[in-house]
């Protein structure tokens, strides 16, 4: 008699899975550079890709690209992606418990395209299944640029950055589980909510949060110096009542606190909080990580952390930058361990990587940092000298000992802040169980020619999945 299991990978709770066994490979997205400054957001030269990495320490090919999947069409400048089923199908409400941890989801930022990856039955040679083209997310959901996928208990849910014409409003979307048919737009009352970017959600409290980025106007050709000035990215955050699929209520950070960008909530179900970044004031260049919390029937925001920009010599800084004298840190990626202990903050500008004890999320501290790369400091990795670029996007292994970071942001962007081009890598750090950093000096991955941007691990990572148990 056939009896239906859930997927091995799927786990009730964050403590199951860092019990789990670690990650042996990682999938990373690369955008391909050649035919111009832009690489593939001008739709020249080869196509970006999916590669496919060894993580399993002793393995002949450890720390090496050992599959690849190019894409079949230029232009898509691929950047977030993400797995169509994980540890949410496993909550109470869900009505998918057959799904299996096996499709990603990979986005075109530029082509609004999705590819339908499917990661069997040899997960270092994935395959493409599906496609869905631009034209269709747009007639169904009025939405494009497709951004952050995140597997929920009813579907695939995947935010857009704005509208077909290039404008707003951006929002959410959903797909189906097993055909990946589109289902339409996810919002039923968006209320004041224009700008988007990153969505994530307390699935016990029925609550949604999204961020704000700007829309494809605003970012496509790069920081627009009078908007950022003015105040004109994002700076808000939205509350979402997810069953009805109704706004809430908007957090505002303040017009001098811009680009609000990578939500993550606390992995314990039974919590309310969690943190958000702003990459940069308006006031003095800083970045700083704000908490989310619900106290007294209210969601209420609140900054916890400030790390202040490093006075620089003009000389060495980008034309973008010479009239301030500095290097601002550019928290452009944040990542929460999965037992909530340690956030990871990744200053694209200066280069630094750091670790704070967030055990209490309101008071946290400092408890390693370590440099690769920066726009100014070109920090050194002991197997790649002198690097360009900075840690940009981050993964935490489940069991919460190893961090991996990449280097690429976003082309236009990327072409401001590191005119000489970005020269892609890929490094992994080690983390202590009571804290503490370390850049491992055996482990670093060149892309010639490509930048990586975000990094997903087999099996799920820290902020792939999300848990209906509390233990």
Known sequence: MAQWQPDPTFYPSARMAMEAPPEQLAYVVTLNTEGGTNGSANGNGRPDALCVLDLEPGSPTYGGVVGRLDMPNTGDELHHFGWSACSSALCPTAPHPHVERRYLLVPG???????????????????????????????????????????????????????????GPGGVFVLDHDNFTIRGQWEADRGPQYLAY?????????????????????????????LLLAGKYGHSLHVWDLRTRRHLQALDLGAEQQLVLELRPSHDPNKTYGFVN?????????????VWYHEDGAWKVRKV??????????????????????????VTDINLSLDDRFLYISCWGTGDF??????????????????????????????????????????VSRDGRRAYVSNSLYAAWDAQFYPEGIR???????????????????????FEGERPHQIRLQGGDSSSDSFCYPS
């Open 109 to 167: 930022l530029r082509s609004s395209r999705i590819h339908v990856v499917d990661t069997k039955p040899d997960p270092r040679q994935p395959r493409i299944v599906k496609i869905i083209e631009g034209q269709e997310l747009a007639a169904r959901t009025q939405y494009s640029r497709p951004h952050t996928v995140h597997c929920g208990p009813d579907g695939i849910y995947m935010s857009a950055i704005g509208a077909p014409d290039g404008e």
């Open 198 to 226: 990153d969505f994530w959600w307390h699935l016990g409290h029925d609550t949604m949060l999204t961020s704000e980025w700007g829309t494809p106007n605003m970012i496509e050709g790069g920081v627009n110096p009078e």
């Open 278 to 290: 702003a990459v940069l004031s308006l006031k003095d260049l800083s970045s700083s990580i704000w």
């Open 305 to 330: 952390i400030e790390i202040p920009a490093e006075p620089a010599d003009a000389e060495l800084l980008p034309p973008a930058l010479k009239p301030f004298g500095a290097v601002p840190p550019l």
């Open 354 to 395: 750091r670790q704070y004890d967030v055990s209490d999320p309101f008071a946290p501290k400092l408890t390693g940092s370590a440099r690769l790369g920066g726009i100014v400091s070109r920090a050194p990795h002991p197997k790649g000298g002198p690097l360009n670029g900075g840690p940009q996007m981050l993964e």
């Open 424 to 446: 892609g890598w890929v490094a992994k750090l080690d983390a202590s169980p009571e804290g503490g950093i370390a850049v491992d000096p055996e482990f670093f991955v060149p």
